[in-house]
């Protein structure tokens, strides 16, 4: 069963501003596929859960916004020991957004619990979070 990866997007300010940084730190797997990582402290104990279909949601300024597909896991030697290499897939999905409180390192997220991914021809990606969720909270979107 899938399980996906909730995290803090610390120091990034919007789903642009993500996109941005994300464009400047592309990497290529030994098989030419482009790729973004992330270094993580703890290998997830979930990892065959994880890579059978799991995102990263990004939670930005307090709303889970944006995923990305994790294509793989594997070890790597830093100045403070082995961590975890978290490898995503390039491609940013914009997701319907949900307020989450800030918390340290990452959590586990269910499929039940993740915001469904946002159509690309809906306009409600170009709301600000605070009023998208609120309109979602009255049934408007």
């Known amino acids: 069963m899938t399980v996906h990866i909730l995290k803090l997007c610390v120091g990034?300010?919007?789903?642009?501003?993500?996109i941005q940084v994300?464009?400047?730190?592309?990497?290529l797997l030994p098989s030419g596929t482009p790729y973004n990582y992330h270094i993580t402290r703890?290998?997830?104990k979930r990892a065959d859960e994880i890579l059978d279909g799991g995102s990263i949601y990004?939670?930005?300024k307090g709303f889970i916004q944006v995923r990305q597909r994790i294509i793989g896991?594997?070890?790597v030697e830093t100045d403070t020991g082995v961590k975890c290499k978290i490898i995503m897939d390039t491609r940013l999905v914009r997701t319907e957004s949900q307020p989450r409180r800030p918390h340290q390192g990452w959590r586990?997220?269910?499929p039940a619990d993740a915001p469904k991914d946002l159509n690309v021809?809906?306009?409600a990606e170009d709301i600000p979070p605070e009023i998208s969720a609120k309109l979602r909270e009255l049934g408007l979107i």
């Open 42 to 44: 703890f290998r997830p």
């Open 108 to 110: 586990y997220l269910e």
């Open 12 to 18: 990034i300010d919007s789903i642009d501003h993500l």
């Open 73 to 75: 896991l594997e070890p």
């Open 58 to 60: 990004w939670i930005i």
């Open 121 to 123: 021809k809906s306009r």
């Open 22 to 27: 994300r464009e400047g730190r592309r990497n």
